[in-house]
């Protein structure tokens, strides 16, 4: 697939992957990356890469809501036919991968955090430019740290 097509699958897929969630939480999605695969001692290319896109989840959750959290996107990720194949509640976190064989996670992070992360592939190595475009500056805080902390408060998700 093209990087713009990967763009498209990257989105579609985050979408699919928070459809569950009720109510809907607010997000905001990261620049996508590549990752070129490698294999064997010498870590030589296969001559492909992988497309990767994080989105943000910018509604509070409330730590006593992340069982809830998981629970509702594990049973919407099961219904799409998605393959579950980690679960760390300590994390918490959950890694699936779909019918496709695309990779789909939700990670929370120590400070409130939460993010999906959606993988598809192959597309084609590039390395003398960005594959996505011209790359667009990601928000940060006022220290330089990237803008990924909650901070919408939502009634059910962040109380």
Not at 43 to 56: I, P, Q
Not at 86 to 105: D, L, W
Not at 123 to 147: A, N, S
Request: proline content about 11%; glycine content about 10%.
């Amino acid at each position: 697939m093209t990087p713009e097509q990967a763009v498209q699958a990257l989105d579609a897929l985050l979408d699919e992957a928070m459809s569950a969630i009720r109510p809907p939480l607010r997000y905001r999605d990261g620049w996508p990356w590549s990752t070129e695969r490698t294999a064997g001692p010498d870590d030589h290319s296969l001559g492909y890469a992988t497309a990767t896109r994080d989105r943000y989840v910018m509604t509070k959750v409330a730590p006593s809501k992340y069982g809830a959290l998981l629970g509702i996107t594990e049973r919407g990720w099961r219904a799409r036919g998605y393959r579950i194949t980690a679960v760390n509640p300590r994390q918490p976190a959950m890694f699936a991968s779909t019918p496709a064989g695309y990779g789909v996670c939700l990670l929370v992070g120590a400070a409130g955090n939460i993010t999906f992360q959606a993988g598809v592939g192959p597309i084609p190595v590039i390395r003398d430019r960005d594959p996505f475009g011209t790359y667009v500056p990601e928000p940060t805080l006022p220290d330089g740290r990237p803008d990924i902390l909650p901070r919408y408060e939502d009634p059910f998700w962040s109380h």
